[in-house]
């Protein structure tokens, strides 16, 4: 069962230094590197690739390599307070991500900001993304936490569909008392990001210069 087990299919590529400086050099990829990274997610069949209004010009970079079979899991904003129409600014922003990534729909989106979903506007953001989703523009709604409490509360309050969560050989707190079994009763799809303490631990970046290096061996 083990030897079948496609580790590929499962991947997720982070795509936060595309379009910003960011990790522990604080450097953006470069042209060259963009290109061979593409060119790896193509030739190991790796489908899945996170990014998000915060990421710059990442949104933009990856649609220019229009890339149709790719499943883009992106993240809302966090919730400007100078905001009035609550609708308008989640459909505005789910599709102005389709126009960057240059496709009709997205495999996911995800609230970056947890707390909105609690403020008292929570409720009209979801019920956005539940309209979008039973038009077919999004497959998935998430939460990006770096709280394992603050899973509880949502998907109790939300059918919420993906949980992405910090978690590292330094990071165990989503082990501690059963989280992440919790999360998979709910029958969560759980997104794991490789952080320690709110700061990079192992980035994109560098785990696939690691996936290279193992390739050639």
């Known amino acids: 069962m083990v030897q ?5 299919k499962k991947l997720i590529i982070g795509s936060a230094n595309f379009g910003n400086p960011y990790g522990l050099k604080k450097r953006k990829v470069s042209n060259v590197e963009f290109n061979k ?13 996170d990014t998000a209004k915060n990421y710059g010009d990442s949104e933009k970079l990856i649609g220019e390599k ?3 079979k790719l499943k883009i899991i992106s993240k809302l904003p966090k919730l400007n307070k100078n905001v ?7 459909l505005g ?14 495999y996911a989106i995800l609230i970056h900001n947890p707390n909105d979903l609690l403020s008292k506007y929570g409720s009209q953001i979801f019920k956005t993304l539940i309209k979008l989703k039973k038009k077919k523009v999004i497959k998935k709604i998430g939460i990006s936490v770096y709280n394992p409490q603050q899973v509880d ?3 109790k309050k939300y059918k919420i569909d993906i949980v992405q969560i910090p978690f590292s050989v330094f990071d165990r707190r989503i082990l501690k008392d059963n989280w992440i079994y919790k999360i998979k009763k709910k029958k969560k799809e759980i997104n794991l990001r490789f952080l320690k303490n ?20």
């Open 4 to 8: 079948n087990f496609n580790f590929n």
């Open 37 to 49: 990274i593409f060119r790896y997610l193509e030739l190991n069949q790796i489908n899945y690739l």
């Open 66 to 68: 229009n890339l149709s």
């Open 84 to 90: 009035k129409n609550i609708r308008r600014w989640t």
């Open 93 to 106: 922003r789910v599709y102005d991500t389709l126009y960057k990534v240059k496709q009709k729909k997205i």
């Open 153 to 155: 509360i949502l998907i």
């Open 198 to 217: 709110g700061k990079q631990f192992l980035q994109g970046g560098i785990i696939f210069v690691k996936m290279q290096k193992l390739a050639k061996t």
